[in-house]
């Protein structure tokens, strides 16, 4: 087994690494500084649950608008910023200094500006005083100097490129150059109008993100985090390489407690990488299973980072919807890491660890089988039996709802006292059984069926759902304790309604303070997106990245990547996130139309998301990759570049989903059609994983890994082969575009391919789609796209595009000319092409399988001779 190369840091260490990052490093041990760095956390958590609820509008009080809320979260956000983080490593952290206490007033005056002066604001909107462009300006220093603090110089950097680039535009290389912005024009830009710092990323955090992180962080206060674990490890540790099983999925449920990655790595790593090592597995590759293990939890649906909240303004759909179109990704890339560590476990010849208790086989099936069961019904109740019940009931639904939770609660509770509580120790010589260590805890699985059911059911904003699932934990953070003593007959400090109290009071003040980098981050990411709105430099960046890769499609592709992952290593993932979808999910979406392919928003927004995360363990400076070195005893390098080895499976996702949205669940059109598909697409990662990994049944040889790389390429994309022999779509002339349109059945989609000239005279080509209407013809059906035409010199042109319309929202301008139509062709279906693969993957399993053999039977002959 591979030595350590360093010992483990001290588990205080390891905290204050955390605290660093996402909480602030600060811990102040005079009276009135370490209440105001708990009281003023526990306000902006009252302030954020009295915005989400629906009190304010019931009582007509303290009712603010959009606005007024962003400003008042982002005071909290700055001021916190100023007292939690130290100026640099070297100031104190014992005692806030005095010029950190009147940066910190001044900033949170600075950030609350819109809010105090919101009726004067509005009088004389565009004609700011000398007062509004010095709040401005000292406003947007103190914010970069905020991002510095709690984020690094990154971000901070920047933001402050995009502010030069808006005041210096004409001085700026002719490629890039514009015109420029007055001094008023931009600090009205950037600080007095909703267009900058103010925008729609602070607008996220304010109203989604920060109730979110606070369920997480009442899960964590309950108890649930350490469940999540012990579940894990009840269930999987036995496996070979077990443990590093149970950190994958325990990573996995965590990733709803937590949505920071380096906070996942030490909630569960402090528990998982020991135990790791224990079985066999060297500190780099123990911790770089948990790096990958946690980078991946910001991916995990219903409850992923804040970057996915943006998703839902920027793409403008709903919250189901970005989780409908993570989900498979997710689950399968999880799958993938899963089957991973199993293959590392094989390489190294590692067991699982010791179990209390055995079962049969037929046991383990049926209890296998007993699990799913009851998550379909649990799943199936939860929408179709409260939906009925609000069919039947109407208004008093949330009543019947409450008291059907309140009466399963206590049942829960009650069934969780007939097994010992759980254990919190990172020292275990045996698996206690899964039974037992499940039923601690079914009652945490409650406030995610509200949750869900809020979601789903009911359809309210995600803001407002997470609000009732929060309510939900506040209840049973503050009951737990007081009816397990009550059902256990025991009393003392574990079991009071005060233990409860206080557990709730840390949750909420935890809870805030773990929105500090966020609510930072959005309004400094801000800054860059009102640059872009400010000095049109996202059609500048769509003419460069098109010049720099020729128009290629990868090209482009590869770029983002790039720059994802280059900017990551220094900014958190939601401003990442901002950043690379403001500039790139256009130009990617522009381009692929030049080239003939349709990208859906939401791929291209979840590319960048993807590739934000997986920047948490890029080496050098992947945050994630040294947490875990830190408890590991690893060298973080290593340990990241094992963890990225690692990650590839999820590298590779967001490059297949651009080509195949059926991943996505965009296209399946039966239930049997996504069946096929979920099914195919965790086949292809396993063997995708089995190829990288260089070890199927055995170890592989080089022609085998290329035939199981090519065996999951054509899982993953059945059409790149298809398409040679069956060509997908068939092409019309423009001329009979109207009898076309009224042929294809409603609510399916037209595909027209279109000519044009751009602002600067250069010709481009493009291929949009259309949701075709109902109407009763041709014309008509064109007519509810919001298109009409008129034949000049031969040609069809673009004749009138109606305001709001679908034609508009593709981008579809007056004069373009119509140069053809694209129906699907009646061809077999491309899902044929997974015969010959699958055959193929089952002459290698046959001939690794003998190998396998073969091996086995020549060890135990050189064993016993």
Excluded at 447 to 462: A, F, G, N
């Amino acid at each position: 087994m591979t030595q350590p190369t360093e010992k483990p840091l001290p588990s205080e260490h390891i905290q204050e690494m955390v605290a660093e990052a996402d909480t602030g490093g600060r811990n102040p041990q005079g009276k009135i500084s370490k209440k105001v760095l708990f009281f003023v956390p526990l306000c902006w958590t009252l302030f954020q649950l009295w915005y989400a609820s629906p009190l304010p509008f019931l009582f007509n009080i303290f009712v603010l608008n959009d606005t007024e809320a962003r400003a008042i979260h982002l005071a909290f956000a700055v001021f916190l910023a100023y007292t939690a983080f130290p100026t640099f490593k070297s100031s104190p952290k014992q005692y806030i200094p005095i010029q950190d206490w009147i940066v910190a007033f001044i900033a949170a005056f600075c950030a609350a500006y819109l809010f105090l002066f919101y009726s004067d604001l509005s009088t004389r909107p565009g004609q700011p005083t000398m007062l509004d462009l010095g709040v401005s300006l000292v406003g947007l220093i103190l914010l970069l100097e905020a991002t510095r603090r709690a984020l690094g110089p990154p971000l901070m950097v920047v933001a402050m490129v995009f502010i030069l680039y808006t005041f210096a535009g004409p001085y700026m290389p002719e490629v890039i150059a514009h015109k420029g912005a007055s001094f008023s024009k931009g600090m009205t830009h950037y600080w007095l109008t909703t267009e900058g710092v103010y925008g729609v990323a602070l607008g996220v955090s304010t109203g989604m993100v920060f109730m979110f992180v606070l369920f997480g962080s009442l899960l964590e206060a309950a108890g649930a985090g350490n469940y999540f674990i012990r579940t894990a490890f009840a269930g999987l540790g036995h496996l070979r390489g077990g443990p590093a099983k149970a950190a994958v999925v325990s990573s996995a449920m965590t990733g709803l407690v937590s949505g920071s990655s380096i906070a996942n790595v030490v909630t569960t790593g402090t528990f998982t990488i020991p135990l790791m090592k224990k079985v066999g597995f060297s500190p780099e590759k123990a911790g770089a299973v948990e790096v990958a293990s946690s980078t991946n939890g910001q991916l995990t649906p219903p409850v992923m980072g804040a970057a996915a909240f943006l998703m839902v303004e920027y793409v403008g759909i709903s919250y189901i919807e970005v989780i409908k179109h993570a989900f498979l990704p997710a689950i399968i890339s999880y799958i993938a890491l899963v089957y991973i560590v199993h293959l590392e476990a094989c390489k190294m010849g590692l067991k699982g660890m010791k179990k209390r208790k055995t079962k049969t086989f037929v046991q383990g099936v049926t209890s296998f089988f007993i699990t799913i069961l009851t998550l379909i019904i649990l799943g199936g109740v939860t929408y179709y039996g409260l939906g009925w019940i609000k069919t039947v009931a109407g208004d008093a639904t949330i009543w019947i709802v409450c008291v059907l939770l309140a009466v399963a609660y206590v049942l829960l509770i009650a069934f969780a006292c007939r097994v010992p509580e759980l254990e919190i120790t990172t020292d275990i010589k045996e698996l206690p059984p899964l039974g037992e260590t499940a039923q601690a805890g079914y009652y945490f699985i409650l406030p995610i069926v509200v949750l869900m059911w809020c979601l789903t059911v009911e359809r309210l904003s995600p803001s407002l759902s997470a609000f009732w699932a929060s309510v939900l934990m506040v209840v049973i953070v503050l009951t737990q304790h007081p009816l397990k003593g009550f059902f256990r007959k025991m009393q003392g400090d574990d079991f009071s309604f005060v233990r409860g109290w206080n557990d709730l009071i840390d949750g909420m003040v935890a809870g805030a303070r773990n929105m500090i980098g966020i609510g930072v981050a959005t309004a400094a990411a801000g800054i860059v997106v009102g640059t872009v709105t400010l000095t049109g430099v996202g059609l500048v960046m769509t003419e460069f990245v098109e010049f720099i890769s020729g128009g290629n499609l990868m090209l482009i592709l590869l770029f983002t990547a790039g720059i994802s992952l280059l900017l990551g290593m220094g900014l958190p993932t939601t401003a990442n996130y901002i950043v690379v979808s403001t500039l790139m999910a256009p130009v990617i979406v522009s381009l692929g139309a030049q080239n003939g392919l349709i990208v859906p928003l939401i791929a291209v927004h979840l590319f960048v998301f993807y590739f934000g995360i997986l920047a948490d363990d890029t080496p050098p400076v992947g945050l994630a990759a040294f947490a875990a070195a830190g408890i590991s005893g690893g060298d973080p390098i290593r340990t990241g570049i094992q963890g990225f080895g690692y990650d590839i499976r999820t590298a590779i996702l967001p490059f297949i989903f651009i080509f195949n949205t059926e991943l996505l669940m965009i296209g399946v059109e039966h239930w049997y059609h996504l069946v096929l598909t979920i099914v195919t697409a965790v086949v292809a990662m396993l063997v995708f994983a089995a190829g990288t990994q260089g070890w199927f049944l055995t170890r592989n040889k080089w022609w085998e890994t290329a035939a199981l790389l090519l065996i999951a390429f054509a899982l993953f994309r059945p059409g790149y082969f298809w398409d040679k022999v069956y060509p997908p779509l068939v092409e019309k002339p423009a001329s009979e575009l109207e009898q076309v349109v009224g042929k294809i059945k409603p609510g399916s989609m037209l595909r027209l391919q279109l000519k044009g000239e751009k602002d600067n005279g250069k010709q481009f080509k493009m291929t949009v789609m259309l949701p075709v209407g109902d109407g009763a013809t041709g014309k008509e059906r064109l007519s509810d796209i919001g298109l009409e035409t008129r034949k000049e010199d031969g040609k069809i042109l673009v004749d009138l595009v109606a305001f709001g319309s679908p034609a508009e929202k593709a981008k579809i301008d007056f004069d373009q000319e119509i140069t053809g139509v694209q129906m699907k062709a009646d061809r077999p279906p491309k899902q044929l092409v997974f015969i010959p693969a699958m055959i193929l993957l089952a002459f290698l399993w046959r001939i690794q399988r003998a190998r396998a053999r073969k091996i086995d039977e020549e060890e135990l002959v050189a064993a016993s001779s």
